[in-house]
């Protein structure tokens, strides 16, 4: 019913004027408009945050509101009023064809003012909406790509006119959307009239921006960067409203793919895949190796990888017809954007450069900016003209996927220091708050992964990664991947039958030193006692030094003084590197530690502190940051700033070498212990119970001495 | 000998200061700097122009100055001073080398002041030399592209400074250069970190930088348009001093390139091809039509001219070994930006554009705005990352080659009215002056070219090209292409032995048809007097019309009624066109006629005007404009800023169809007929004799009007 057409008393509060009154929530943006006026057009004049790809033709279905009529005081209307037009015919063939409309809500281009309202403006409206939010509070990660659709109508060619086809199609979108002086990428040349007939003079167009950034966001770099224009980069007769973006996180290991919307920011698959230049070596630096001995074996890996990821988006493409209800398979045409993280070798191969100069001092990166361009020019296969953005490395051994942690972090926003730890061949270290931030990168070596340990495998099932020793009976019992149950629980047997119990993995060998440490089989210079075989048979002797029997089965798995060794190695490297960083910034303590990556996700935090890998802190404030790496990429693919935001904590952090800092090798030695409660441990030591020092530890003292003279010698 | 060694007399002009007084011409810029101030320096901090590319190290030898010393009144200095250093090393290593010095110069930055000095800086040694003078008066091309070369010393990396080599490499340009905020084209970075230690962390960069402009030229676009950053897109390691750019003239019938060193502007070597797409038709409607009856034709004939372009560049870079003299082969991979001219049809399928909107009305353009591009995006086989620039076209039948005759002629910049026009197919015709242009096509069809007419020939050796008719006896000479000879002149026979004589191209036609009607063998309908057989054999009766005997060799060559009517037909249509024009412009006279191509370079403008092709115009004033759109080409490829120009023309001229201009055709009727006394050529009849309107005339009138209403009826 049209309320224009009725007359109103006139006490009415519409009476004295055709202007209607609209508060929008959340925004609570209000102002006055004439009837008739729709919603949409009202919140575009606010400027609150209503989203729209097809320009208010009911079309798309974005800009969907809820109406609360009768509950808004400043004229004291009634409900029995009818404040917006009646459903529309559009909102009823859309409603019916996409049957995508929720209960109660309307379509803001198609209903229109005619009286007082309050519009509510759900999340999943917002052009704005948040879509990730990060570790820190009150950060959250706002939808804002660097590509969007448009849909505009295009006036058909004139002879009195003789304008060409795109010249009409950019005023289009200069008139429908503001979008002024657009380039348009040259391989679109060659459709664009077939697709503009094709679509009788309408399409849907992808802009790519790359300084798209939301108003209230606001500019983090300290260099304020001149942007290239804006483009077309896709074109598609009539409306399209599906368009992707992948994160992408290419590890040593493997690579992991997340399908996202860039229309609403929603993961829509994610799958995984071993990196297949392995096959080359596993480890980096026998990557970097193959190829010094084996010229071209950079483009050989280059190849590999890239391949690896055009078969993961045809993987998550596939996937999502059965991950999201209602959705059909993607199109790889339809990606549009992709966001890459990796360690920097990875990133280097990644983008087809060699990695030799990383393999030696001084591991000068070929460069350390983001890299933004055409996804096609590194051989990646989604949309002709879908862009890449590989995020910045750090320095030579801290990569761009510590940059990614840092991203999803946010250890600069914090008072608190943070410290962040990502643990691979080379631990990536970042320690910092907001006013300073500083890195380096640790030479853990690949034990924490269980290489080089003498039961040691990949986390995968059948490795064991829990252990508990008795301290009494030196008994052990453990878990292995994939089952539930506890070793000495009933039906282990039977719940590992298929799987068997294969060796020990990363966090698997730090439980089982940190259980015998506790246990006092090993002392706190890392010695396993061989006092210890006259309480158990478990301690086999082994030459001149002992072994603890953990399993005894098909395969047989001892944790051996080596392994021990080993352990202490990698984790007085990292903890050498943590107290390069502390020293730097002149600290003591930190009061937030996260673990990224997997190893961060399978480890038990507390047991980490007991065999002192990372810094005293309180207990709570260690926590897994889970896939930090990958979760920065996707931050970078949703919101076009945060690029800018990692570009700038990326060029301000300051890059520490271990290789060049004598206090390295001096906090290493000292590292080489466990901690024992007259350490710095003092958190730890309310939750554990530390041995006391021993009398063994002045001779491991010396012993420490003697392998600082040995290193220094070497 | 150093001056501040020595103790000069207290009259001594320098002897109250350290400061050396300099002036540069022809600038006639001039400064004090304390004495040990390199030349270059001075010209640099005065804004000077002088060149250098390896930042003043003495590699490149482009700041060579003269000096004169003792010519300098100021402070009466005499010549037995010396005030420049002495030849120093690098200088005679520079000359030894290279031999490149120029008697009396000196390297402006080894050269250091020592006292006042009159520093001139030759042309060749300017960085915006004049390279091409444009045809309007006081409209010079300087030298300014938008590749250059930069030498550069880059830092080398540091452990303690963990910045990657691009970094560094940046850094070095912003420092010794002043390029800040420099991108860098993906694909080098595989490369950069062998290059650098290849040179020894001494490498020149090209910058490509899209809104490279002279500071003297002033902004014409009325669109200020944001430009995409500037940007590396080649490296070498050590120093570089060629790099070269081509413009290339598509045509329907042939391409021409021309290959330019980009550092100086010169023109190193010229060469054409036959346009292969002839294959697919020999003109363009044909070409059209192919596509429309094959499909996936129009790639066909976008590979075929790309791989003539691509065996072009071969024959350019392998010929300017033996144009210039001490040049070795250019290398392909040194030419970094290449420009391009071609009609509508040509230029989109250079583009990869599927040219059938451009068959029929109402003749869209896919787009009418310039295109800039990396030429391998073209499949143009150049350096990788070499540049394009597609001039704009105009209109669906006006194209980019018309808007690079526009560039090289400049009618905006001048009072008078000119009228410029390239015929083809169609006449692109443009007319205007600073206050107003306007632009069409005309359908003259090939009569022009030689095509539809019963002797017709293209412009080769054996075809006559000029004729001469005794008015009296009727009898002809001509001469043909290949032989310096008339036919009546001894010798003549034995100079076309080999050739023979073969037919009659494009600007013989019209010679023959205007001398024939001179001759009163044809009346100003056009139609040939049968009457005139009693006077000459040569008028053959042929059915109930009649034609003219040229040449009876081995080849009969005979301008037939037909023919005739198809000159009527192409110069009534050419005519039209240019009198819509000034119809719109509201002009009866143009001041300036400058006929472009090479149907302009041939045809002989009085013969042209006495059949009535152009409009009356002083004499004088209609000349070649040569290949004015292939120097269009050349413009762009030297002038950054001359592309704003172009494209600020081509979007400000009028664009007018003939096809929907009801003038047109009435334009076109009155055409048909050739000028006689009382016509409006007044200018042409000072110096033709002209036939006075004759008694036919009426019935000629009769004629066209019943043509007139065919035409309208069909």
């Known amino acids: 019913m049209n309320q224009r057409d009725n007359p109103k008393p006139t006490d009415s509060p519409q009476s004295g004027s055709d202007q209607a009154h609209v508060v929008f929530t959340p925004s609570g943006k209000r102002g006055d408009f004439p009837f008739g006026t729709p919603v949409l057009d009202a919140a575009r004049k606010l400027g609150v945050d209503l989203d729209s790809v097809c320009g208010g033709r009911g079309i798309c279905g974005r800009c969907q509101i809820l109406c609360s009529e009768g509950e808004f005081s400043k004229h004291g209307i009634t409900s029995t009023q009818a404040h917006l037009t009646a459903y529309a015919e559009v909102e009823e063939r859309y409603e019916r064809i996409k049957g995508a409309m929720k209960t109660g809500r309307r379509l803001g281009c198609q209903a229109k003012l005619q009286g007082d309202v309050v519009i509510d403006v759900p999340e999943d409206s917002q052009v704005h909406r948040q879509v990730i939010r990060k570790a820190a509070d009150h950060v959250d990660v706002k939808l804002d790509p660097t590509v969007r659709l448009y849909y505009v109508e295009v006036e058909q060619p004139d002879m009195h006119d003789p304008s060409g086809d795109l010249r009409r199609l950019k005023k289009a979108l200069a008139t429908e959307w503001g979008l002024d002086n657009l380039d348009c990428e040259s391989n679109l040349f060659g459709n664009l009239q ?17 300084a798209a950034r939301t108003a209230d966001q606001t500019e983090t770099s300290d260099n304020l960067t001149a942007y290239d224009k804006p483009r077309i980069i896709s074109v598609w007769p009539g409306f399209h409203d599906r368009i992707y973006g992948v994160a992408i996180d290419v590890g040593s290991t493997t690579i992991a793919a997340h399908l996202c919307s860039l229309t609403d920011g929603e993961v829509l698959a994610s799958s995984g895949a071993m990196n297949p230049q392995i096959r080359f070596g596993e480890d980096l630096m026998s990557r970097v190796s193959y190829v010094m001995m084996n010229p071209g074996g950079d483009t050989e890996m280059t190849n590999a990888v890239r391949e690896a990821i055009n078969e993961l988006l045809v993987v998550v493409c596939t996937e999502v017809a059965s991950t999201v209800e209602g959705h059909e398979q993607a199109s790889i045409n339809d990606i549009l954007d992709l966001t890459f993280v990796a360690n920097p070798v990875m990133h280097h191969l990644l983008l087809g450069i060699d990695p030799v100069e990383l393999g030696g001092a001084p591991f000068a990166l070929a460069f350390d900016e983001s890299a933004s361009l055409r996804a096609a020019e590194m051989g990646i296969a989604a949309n002709l003209n879908a862009r890449a953005y590989v995020l910045p490395c750090i320095a030579g051994h801290v990569g761009a996927d510590t940059a990614g942690v840092m991203l999803a972090e946010q250890p600069h926003l914090l008072d608190d220091i943070s410290l962040l730890v990502d643990v691979g061949t080379n631990a990536e270290i970042v320690l910092g708050n907001r006013e300073r931030m500083v890195a380096c990168s640790s030479p853990t070596g690949p034990a924490f992964e269980g290489a080089q340990i003498s039961g040691g495998q990949r986390a995968a099932p059948g490795a064991i990664e829990r252990i508990r020793i008795d301290p009494e009976t030196l008994e052990p019992k453990f878990s292995v991947i994939g089952s539930e149950l506890w070793s000495n629980d009933e039906g282990f047997e039977e719940s590992v039958n298929n799987i068997g119990v294969t060796g020990i993995c990363g966090s698997g060998i730090i439980e089982a030193i940190a259980e015998m440490f506790l246990a006092g089989i090993i002392d706190t210079d890392g010695v396993i006692d061989g006092a210890m075989a006259a309480k158990s048979e478990r301690i086999l002797a082994d030459g001149r030094t002992f072994s603890y029997l953990l399993h005894d089965g098909d395969v047989r798995i001892i944790i051996s003084q080596n392994d021990v060794r080993q352990i202490q190695l990698a984790k007085a490297a990292l903890y050498a590197g943590v107290k390069l960083l502390m020293d730097r910034l002149g600290i003591e303590k930190v009061q937030r530690i996260r673990l990224a990556g997997a190893f961060g996700s399978h480890i038990d935090v507390k047991y980490a502190m007991v065999l002192g890998l ?43 070498e271990t290789a060049v800092e004598p206090k390295f090798q001096e906090h290493f030695v000292l590292a080489m212990a466990f901690p024992h409660k007259s350490d710095e441990f003092t958190e730890l030591g309310k939750v554990v119970n530390l041995p006391e020092r021993k009398s063994t530890s002045d001779a491991g003292r010396e012993r420490s001495r003697k392998s600082r003279r040995r290193k220094r010698a070497g």
Chains 1, 2 share one sequence.
């Open 614 to 656: 990372i810094p005293d802190c309180v207990l709570e404030q260690v926590t897994s940051a889970g896939n930090a790496a990958g979760n920065g990429a996707r931050i970078a693919l949703m919101n076009a700033n945060s690029r800018r935001e990692v570009e700038s904590l990326v060029h301000n952090v300051e890059k520490i």
């Open 194 to 210: 077939k697709i503009l007939r094709e679509g009788e003079w309408k399409a849907t167009v992808a802009v790519y921006d790359p």
